[in-house]
């Protein structure tokens, strides 16, 4: 799956806030973010915008459907020096907060709601979402604008924007 990257990679990400202000966050069985608490996500797909990825990634590995909200940041790095690695992160909210965590077993050790104090006592946060928890950056989301068409000539199947108000 890699190799279909190629060198400049786009991942999505959520914040999933519960009315209790408590975040959604998994432990990985992968990567070097393998046991550590971290945001649900994943890689964007042909054919879906970056926003669509973040709420697949959430259902996908915790079982829980959200709403986007609005948008926390974007992480950018490169790796190695030839592969570019970034990955939008949006704030989102579950539709139905008693629905249960399901994990997806053969990616995640774990998946649950903590507060912000628990992510940043508990000594097992990824450096992510310890910087985000510490800054309270859910707060300074970027808005979600939909309904904007910049042209039909563009062809656009999905277009959303996310600027600060």
């Known amino acids: 799956m890699k190799n279909e990257r190629g060198k400049v990679w786009l991942g999505a990400g959520a914040v999933v806030v519960n009315s209790d202000g408590k975040w959604l966050v998994v432990k990985k069985k992968y990567s070097g973010l393998k046991g550590v608490w971290s ?7 042909y054919g879906e915008t970056a926003d669509e990825a973040a709420l697949r990634e959430v259902r996908e590995e915790t079982g829980i459907h959200c709403i986007v909200t609005g948008m926390v940041g974007f992480r ?5 020096g030839e592969v570019s690695d970034n990955m939008a992160i949006f704030a989102c909210r579950p539709i139905n907060e008693n629905q249960p965590i ?3 077993e053969k990616e995640l050790y774990d998946a649950k709601w903590l507060s912000v104090n628990e992510l940043l006592t508990c000594g097992e946060a990824s450096v992510m979402l310890q910087e985000m928890a510490s800054d309270s950056l859910i707060r300074h989301q970027l808005s979600k604008n939909d309904g904007i068409n910049p042209g039909d000539w563009f062809q656009y199947t999905s277009y959303r924007v996310f600027f600060n108000k």
């Open 39 to 45: 945001i649900p996500a994943g890689f964007v797909q």
């Open 102 to 104: 399901r994990i997806q």
């Open 76 to 80: 950018t790095g490169v790796i190695r």
